[in-house]
């Protein structure tokens, strides 16, 4: 199985025939963000993966570990239990 490559190449969309460039990359050129497509796509790119590695790190950072009840607290529970009830 043979796969033909030159397919696969990022280009813009075309809709009706003519080339059609995404919205978040329009806003970023046209308000002078950046001065190509291809520094939009990378800006975008690495957005996305900043925002991967944050949400990675506040995922980690907010982990909240069991609570431990101490083997004497289980003890003087159940003592008090047996006697007062």
């Known amino acids: 199985m043979e796969f033909d490559e030159s397919q696969f190449k990022l280009r813009s969309r075309r809709i009706l025939g003519e080339p059609e460039v995404p919205a978040m990359i329009k806003f970023l050129v046209t308000h002078g963000i950046v001065k190509t497509e291809k ?25 909240v570990q069991p609570a431990s009840i101490d083997i004497e607290y289980q003890t003087a529970r159940a003592f008090s239990n047996t006697y007062y009830n």
């Open 39 to 63: 520094q939009a796509i990378g800006m975008l790119l690495s957005a996305v993966i900043a925002l991967i590695i944050i949400s990675v790190v506040v995922a980690k950072s907010n982990s």
